[in-house]
């Protein structure tokens, strides 16, 4: 047994072992989980997708005179902004787009730039221009300004991501006859492909399954830089279908995650566009894992032949809110390049990046075993299963029937 | 030898069935990747050239005169490393698996020699990390 206040003082003499979710595969292999437990302090994970659940906030300080963009409108690069808070706070959301974009009025389209892309651009340093427009009141008289903003002349700019780090997802097949475009990438009609979206064996939330040490106030690698966990992420679930060891073998948990936008950089945050679907941002994320006992030791050495996912068929199914799985196969199968289901040989694409993961798991093992990240104590767990979360559906209500 | 070349024909020649010649005079086997030829615009066409060096060599300086220019395809088609992140999302539409993964690194690998310029990939990746200059 070992406390984080054991591991940061190991962390801050130069002492720990620290070692990726990759190597501690192998670690275990060879020392089995007890000697694992006993040897090494902290795992790292990593996982980089697109994760349209992501924005950022701004306080773009104010114009001489004023101008309470609040309640206005804003554009950042033409991009829309939220404007419903303070008088010059805004938010930008990954998944917003243009007003004038032709979006899939000529079917698929392609969602050039969107706020995923400003924040890359902005993160990245670049200058955005900055439309805003308003209705003029006594204390804020102006009723337009055009300027440009950047990382140096605003105040705070903050990514805050309400969905991100998905603990497991559906793997997406195409049962209709047709080609489709979707958030999980082209696919082929008459299950010709099979898309994966997680990084599976290095993925945070799927090495720490029942969420011992990843929680409220966890210190994490977000976009570069380092932001903490706010709370846990919209649609969290932590009730789904889970195997005898409780590894979810469903999407299952999320986390809202913070940073400071300013220390992030371009590498960890790509704005991207989905063919026929939107815009979006690829999120670089990490989470470090200290191995307090055997069995997180247990839990950071489950491999992609542990982790189990649902193939999910997004040509009928999905977008009607059928949720049925057709089978399951295992991130071993899928890392592959080829699945079979019924007796049929499907190839499967990722969506997010395996190798970028490693990166970033790689990263914070650096930052980690030079002494410049310490790890934290969840200051409140996030709801386990059992909980009583449950996932509601929007109907179509009529008030008297409430 | 085995070439991917680009062929751009001027507007005034689409109606002259000049590649048919690099068969017939220059014993050039060839296999059309893709085309588009419009008679009010330039036109071109992506094609795989097989034959000996010699008459390759001839056949290009053949379709010279005919004011045709051509190149090999490696110089349109272009990965910015800086962008591309390796998600994978390309390797799902290109059919002669010249965007690979290499399943030790799970890092994507893209063989010019298998590309056939049908720009896929271009409008899929999410990054636009992909690039092709054709007109």
């Given at each position: 047994m070992k406390t984080i206040e054991e591991i940061n003082e190991k962390i801050k003499k130069g002492k720990v072992v620290v070692v990726t979710a990759e190597e501690m595969i192998e670690i275990t292999k060879e020392k089995g989980t007890k000697g694992a437990a006993q040897h090494v302090d902290v795992v790292t994970t990593g996982t980089f997708g697109p994760m349209c659940g992501s924005g950022m906030f701004m306080n773009l300080g104010h114009s001489k005179p004023r101008i309470k963009i609040g309640g206005g409108r804003c554009y950042l690069n033409d991009v829309p902004a939220y404007?419903?808070?303070?008088?010059v706070d805004i938010y930008i959301g990954a998944t917003a787009i243009p007003?004038?974009?032709?979006?899939?009025t000529v079917y698929p389209?392609?969602?050039?730039?969107g706020g995923g892309h400003v924040i890359e651009d902005f993160v990245s340093g670049k200058n955005i221009n900055l439309v805003a427009l308003s209705y003029g009141t006594?204390?804020?008289?102006?009723k337009k300004i055009e300027t440009f903003i950047n990382k140096d002349n605003v105040n705070e700019a903050y990514l805050y991501n309400?969905?991100?780090?998905?603990q497991n997802y559906n793997v997406a097949v195409n049962l209709s006859n047709r080609v489709i475009h979707t958030y999980m990438g082209v696919l082929k009609p008459n299950m010709n492909s099979a898309n994966y979206c997680s990084a599976g064996q290095l993925s945070p939330l799927l090495k720490d399954p029942l969420y011992r040490t990843i929680g409220i106030g966890t210190r994490i690698f977000l976009g570069g830089g380092i932001g903490y966990i706010a709370w846990y992420g919209t649609q969290?679930?932590?009730?789904?279908l889970r195997g005898p060891?409780?590894?979810?073998?469903?999407?299952a948990g999320t986390l809202a995650v913070i940073g400071d936008?300013?220390?992030?950089?371009g590498m960890f945050l790509k704005g991207a566009s989905f063919i026929g679907y939107g815009a979006t941002l690829f999120v670089g994320l990490g989470i470090p894992i200290p191995i307090l006992d055997e069995e997180m030791a247990y839990y950071t050495s489950r491999s992609d032949d542990d982790f189990w996912a649902q193939v999910v068929d997004y040509g009928i199914d999905y977008p009607d809110r059928?949720?049925?799985?057709l089978c399951e196969v295992t991130y071993g199968q899928l890392k592959s390049g080829t699945i079979t289901i019924n007796g049929k040989e499907i190839p499967t694409f990722p969506i997010s990046s395996y190798s970028k993961a490693l990166e970033i798991a790689t990263l914070l093992k650096n930052w980690i075993g030079e002494g410049q990240f310490l790890l934290t104590n969840p200051v409140q767990p996030l709801p386990g299963a059992g909980s009583g979360i449950k996932i509601n559906t929007l109907e179509e209500r009529i008030l008297e029937s409430i | 030898m085995k070439k991917r070349m680009i062929l751009r024909f001027k507007?005034?020649?689409?109606?002259?069935?000049?590649?048919?010649r690099l068969v017939k005079d220059y014993d050039l086997i060839f296999n059309i990747l893709r085309a588009n030829f419009s008679p009010r615009a330039d036109s071109m066409m992506v094609m795989e050239i097989e034959g000996e060096e010699e008459n390759f060599r001839k056949g290009m300086e053949y379709l010279k005169t005919w004011n045709v220019d051509t190149e090999p395809i490696e110089q349109d088609i272009s990965r910015n490393e800086a962008r591309c992140?390796?998600?994978?999302?390309c390797t799902s539409v290109c059919t002669p698996e010249a965007?690979?993964?290499?399943?030790?690194?799970?890092k994507v690998i893209f063989n010019?020699?298998?590309?056939?310029?049908?720009?896929l990939c271009v409008k899929v990746c999410p990054v636009k990390a992909m690039n092709v200059f054709f007109d």
């Open positions: 404007t419903g808070i303070a008088a007003e004038d974009d032709p979006r899939n389209g392609a969602f050039k730039y006594d204390c804020y008289p102006r309400p969905r991100n780090g998905y969290h679930n932590p009730d789904v060891d409780g590894i979810p073998r469903a999407g936008a300013k220390n992030m950089n059928v949720s049925k799985s | 507007r005034n020649t689409v109606d002259k069935p000049i590649v048919y992140v390796h998600c994978g999302v965007l690979a993964i290499d399943r030790k690194t799970m010019y020699e298998k590309c056939v310029a049908c720009e």
